[in-house]
């Protein structure tokens, strides 16, 4: 079984600053990563995810995320954010090649301020 | 991306009602179909798994006789909740897959169902 922490409920941040999502996973088997946006009164999109290969991931947005194996980590940063970011993030995890059941952490509110 | 749809987009109904919702991926035959439920300001909970043909495999707690879920063709899995009652009222989301455990899930808009 998996589990995923978002340890921010809600980040505030002002336009063009910097931000950063936590998400921490637990998983007895190796994991895929997952991070999804959902604006209001939407359904969830793709941001990035990690499945193999180099542990830094970009999204065509700016948004890029890191796997980090000894901290279980796949924190979400983007060094300059814009108002149209405001969005709920969900960090989520499935169990590698043993399925594709996704377990989703309990979301971010990101409200990007002028 | 991929694209999956949901009907209806928001659903009221009586006490005691069915109600069936509707999900479809409209460019690509989807082997496996997620059902989710997401209370408001909460994360999505997985309810069940959906393969084309076979019957879903339903999550610990949710009960299949309640929540009958139907996935008779490759674009098609419907969702019906039987004789919904208030506390049914939550946002349901799909999401569709074309393949294994590599392949991305492509989530529908969702359907808002409000039971009074």
Request: with cysteine; charged share 15%; proline share 4%.
């Amino acid at each position: 079984a998996q589990s995923v922490t978002q340890l921010d409920s809600q980040v505030p941040v002002f336009e063009e600053a910097p931000v950063e999502l936590r998400c921490n996973y637990s998983s007895s088997v190796s994991v895929y990563l997952f991070w999804y946006v959902q604006y209001p009164n939407q359904g969830l999109q793709l941001l990035l995810k990690y499945l193999s290969g180099s542990t830094l991931v970009k999204s065509i947005n700016g948004f890029e995320a890191e796997f980090n194996k000894s901290q279980t980590s796949f924190h979400l940063r983007k060094p300059s954010v814009h108002i149209s970011d405001t969005a709920e993030y969900f960090c989520a995890v499935s169990p590698g090649a043993a399925g594709n059941k996704l377990t989703f952490g309990g979301g971010t509110r990101v409200l990007v301020k002028p | 991306g991929a694209v999956v749809s949901q009907h209806p987009s928001r659903v009221i109904c009586k006490s005691g009602t069915s109600v069936k919702i509707e999900c479809r991926s409209l460019d690509f035959q989807a082997t496996t179909m997620f059902w989710y439920r997401q209370f408001p300001k909460q994360s999505l909970m997985l309810m069940a798994t959906s393969n084309e043909g076979s019957k879903a495999t339903y999550e610990q707690g949710v009960e299949k006789d309640k929540f009958l879920i139907n996935h008779a063709s490759l674009t098609l899995s419907t969702l019906t909740v039987t004789s919904a009652h208030p506390e049914d009222s939550s946002f349901y989301i799909c999401s569709a897959t074309a393949g294994g455990a590599r392949d991305t899930q492509y989530f529908g808009p969702g359907t808002r169902l409000t039971v009074l």
